[in-house]
């Protein structure tokens, strides 16, 4: 089974509507983020929780909201869904053990906002 | 904003060649890894390089660190049509608060 799995791999919305995203990990990571990938843009972090009770705007949060329900579960919300947020959208775990950090990716959300 | 940035954008070479991409970022940092991400999926990474190193090997990749110039390397040896990925460099400025800036990355595509 994937360490990192997110919910759901695809879905299209509408204009205005709110939805959610999942991720859910098993790697005992206490670091989680949420990032989106647009073409020719690379990842922007949206949000980061370093641990359950800590929750960081990153780069990109406006028009976003994100959730740390457990150490394992960290969903982002989009409480209004615009078309420019149409994207793929990854999360990301790493852990605090040691001098260097590497993060562990999901396979992806692709959302498409009409 | 995009801390590291690779060059050249995109990439084509025959199997078998080697390739070569770079990443030059602008502040001080505590490492650069690089990742792969195979077409629409998670990032994957490859391998990591700390500030005070200056070449690290793994397998066919080769990364190479220069502080003084703000860039780094990653040379893949023999390439293989499984490479066909993109590749992004994303450094690590340390500190308290940590996140890595990834860059906007490199498409490598290796032909047959």
């Known amino acids: 089974d994937a360490d990192v799995t997110q919910t759901p791999r695809n879905r299209i919305t509408k204009t205005g509507k709110r939805i959610m995203l999942e991720c859910s990990q098993t790697k005992g990571h206490d670091r989680m983020y949420w990032y989106r990938q647009d073409p020719g843009l690379g990842l922007r972090l949206i949000y980061y929780?370093?641990?359950?009770?800590?929750?960081n705007k990153g780069e990109i949060s406006d028009g976003y909201s994100v959730s740390r329900q457990a150490q394992a579960k960290f969903s982002l919300s989009l409480e209004s869904a615009i078309p420019n947020q149409t994207a793929l959208y990854f999360c990301?775990?790493?852990?605090?053990?040691?001098?260097?950090?590497?993060?562990?990716f999901g396979p992806g959300t692709r959302l498409l906002v009409l | 904003s995009q801390q590291g940035e690779e060059d050249p954008q995109a990439l084509s070479i025959q199997e078998g060649e080697n390739a070569t991409m770079n990443c030059s970022y602008k502040t001080s940092i505590n490492n650069l890894q690089w990742y792969r991400q195979n077409s629409g999926r998670g990032l994957v990474h490859l391998i990591l390089?700390?500030?005070?190193?200056r070449e690290k090997h793994s397998g066919r990749l080769r990364v190479t660190l220069d502080t003084s110039k703000k860039s780094s390397s990653l040379l893949i040896t023999a390439s293989r049509a499984a490479d066909t990925a993109s590749y992004f460099c994303a450094t690590d400025a340390g500190g308290s608060n940590y996140k890595l800036t990834f860059g906007k990355g490199t498409l490598l595509t290796v032909n047959p």
């Open positions: 929780s370093f641990d359950v009770k800590d929750i």
């Open positions: 390089i700390r500030s005070n190193e």
């Open positions: 990301a775990t790493s852990d605090t053990t040691g001098y260097q950090e590497t993060q562990y």
